[in-house]
């Protein structure tokens, strides 16, 4: 299943390759398409629904991102 999200604090590829790898090392998630235009509009297809604090929680290994879902 495919969530749409945004995170906040991606400025440049460095950051969307560090959050990307981040993200993709949880269990449950498959796959995490991040862009830099429009900046930080996340694509997350994962196994079985993830609720935003927990994808918050694995961003926390990371400093300065904050993730929220988008319609």
Known sequence: ???????N?????GCVANVK???EAHPSIEK?????????????TMKEAI?????????DELNGYIITETN
Do not use: F, N, R, W
């Not at 299943?1 to 995170?7: A, C």
């Not at 604090?9 to 590829?13: P, R």
């Not at 995490?32 to 997350?44: H, M, R, W």
């Not at 609720?51 to 961003?59: D, R, T, W």
């Open 51 to 59: 609720s935003v604090a927990e994808l918050q929680k694995q961003l």
């Open 21 to 23: 790898k981040t993200m």
């Open 9 to 13: 604090g991606i400025s440049c590829g």
């Open 1 to 7: 299943m495919k969530h749409k999200y945004q995170i």
């Open 32 to 44: 995490a398409e991040i862009l830099l235009a429009p900046k930080g509009a996340t694509t997350i």
